[in-house]
């Protein structure tokens, strides 16, 4: 499995596109994720310092209305915690728009390089080289997105007064826009095409293959959640421990240095596995794209066809 190249462009059923998801990420996980942390570290340092800020403010006003610490000291800082909620959370705006793109774009080139290398044997630098030259592409990408997500919210502010079936509607339309924009992005970069073109191929692509496209995003994103849940469960319970010791023994956490790393690291963790989980969702969505392209146009197909004519 490790060296073995997975085949991607095939026209998969439901079954065999959750196998190859997979399989591809036992045979990736280990290099993905290593050009996840080269080309994200300096976010991941701006998510540290948002993830303290956030804490700060966060901690500091519980702490002085005195309904964590039990102190109840009455203290007026509650401008300079303010301070800290806001910067931190501007902040954190700010570098969730650029690493969506980044990592929208890192997950995409990198399901490239390995198609067009047939394996492995490409380099991480040949990632970020394909990311970087989408740069314009991906900006105009995520302006586009801004739109298409204020009509969503329209569309389900609507289906919400519609009882029962207003909710499956939701979920529908959710995991539909997901599979969309996914594979209008990876088709942008796979096909370089323009991303007004790249959206409607997205559509062409999603529409004829509705509910296996709406299927996929709702089992794998339900079990790549799971997934984040394990990962996150001694994290979870450690900080759960460490707040009933906070609660049962009165700790002035505005004051403890202890408490500002422990929630601190809490969050940030919380944070980048948040953007890696988006980063398993683009995976999912380029493996789609090669399954329902092949079902479209046959490319690898006709492409075997001719090479078996040629041979004989």
């Given amino acids: 499995m490790k060296d073995k190249y997975i085949e991607l462009r095939v026209n998969h059923d439901f079954g065999d596109i959750l196998t190859t998801y ?6 990736n ?30 901690v500091g006003l ?27 959370g501007i902040l954190f705006f700010v570098i969730f728009i650029l690493v969506a793109g980044l990592n929208f774009s890192l997950s995409s080139s990198y399901l490239v390089q390995y198609e067009k290398s047939k394996g492995l044997g490409f380099d991480k630098k040949d990632v970020w080289n394909l990311t970087k030259s989408k740069f314009g592409n991906t900006l105009v990408f995520i302006l586009l997105l801004i739109p298409i997500y204020l009509v969503f919210v329209v569309v389900v502010v609507i289906t919400a007064f519609i009882p029962l079936i207003g909710l499956f509607a939701q979920y529908i339309l959710q995991f539909s826009l997901a599979a969309w924009i996914g594979v209008s992005f990876f088709s942008m970069l796979e096909q370089n095409k323009g991303v007004t ?26 079990l790549n959640g799971l997934l984040f849940f ?3 469960l001694i994290p979870l319970i450690i900080v759960g421990l460490y707040t009933f010791h906070v609660v049962e023994n009165g700790v002035d956490v ?13 969050l940030c963790l919380l ?7 988006q980063c398993l969702s683009q995976i999912v969505n380029g493996i789609l794209f090669y399954t329902l392209h092949e079902k479209t146009y046959n490319v690898n197909t006709r492409s075997k066809i001719e090479q078996i004519g040629q041979s004989n």
């Fill in 22 to 27: 997979f399989d591809f990420l036992k045979q």
């Fill in 29 to 58: 996980i280990k290099k993905f994720t290593n050009v996840f942390i080269s080309y994200n570290g300096v976010f991941l340092v701006g998510l540290l310092i948002t993830s303290y800020l956030l804490v700060s403010g966060f």
């Fill in 62 to 88: 519980i702490a002085e209305e005195g309904g964590f610490s039990g102190s109840g000291l009455g203290q007026s800082g509650d401008e300079t915690y303010w301070i800290y909620i806001i910067t931190g």
């Fill in 197 to 222: 073109e790249a959206f409607g191929e997205g559509w062409n692509l999603v529409s004829k293959n509705f509910w296996k496209s709406v299927g996929v995003n709702f089992i794998l994103g339900l």
């Fill in 230 to 232: 394990i990962i996150l």
């Fill in 254 to 266: 505005a004051s403890s240095i202890v408490s500002t790393v422990v929630y601190t690291l809490g």
């Fill in 271 to 277: 944070l980048i596995l948040s953007i890696y989980a």
